[in-house]
């Protein structure tokens, strides 16, 4: 069975710089396409990666900042209510932060092989919406 094409539109600029390519290397423009989208969709799982080693980053140097804030706080010169204040800010950017880690965690998903798939067996074959 076929696979189905994958079709999507270039600004002229690069659709032009992209044939030039082709011709140079002897090679059709679908091929070098394909190429560069399957390179580029390989490093998704290394640039999520890195962005929630990123987060993690951030996560420890706020419990850090948490850690010295209590310090700060046992001292006795220290105003109450400005205390809890800080204490609340932390409290916030650290539930905002793990919400963005929980959101960027990559999950399993059959939606695009169902749209694909309802697509596929529909009786009149329309191009998908974008």
Known sequence: MREPAV???????????????????????????????????????????????QLANIHQFLREVAFRNEEFLSEESVDAASARAIVQQLEDVMGALDAIRNAAYVRPSTYIADLIRNHDEGHVQKSLRV
């Open 7 to 53: 079709m999507f539109r270039l600004p002229a600029h690069i659709l032009s710089n992209l044939e030039a390519l082709a011709r140079r290397l002897d090679v059709s423009v679908n091929i070098i396409a394909k190429l560069i989208v399957t390179r580029e969709v390989m490093h998704i799982p290394a640039m999520l990666e890195e962005h929630d080693r």
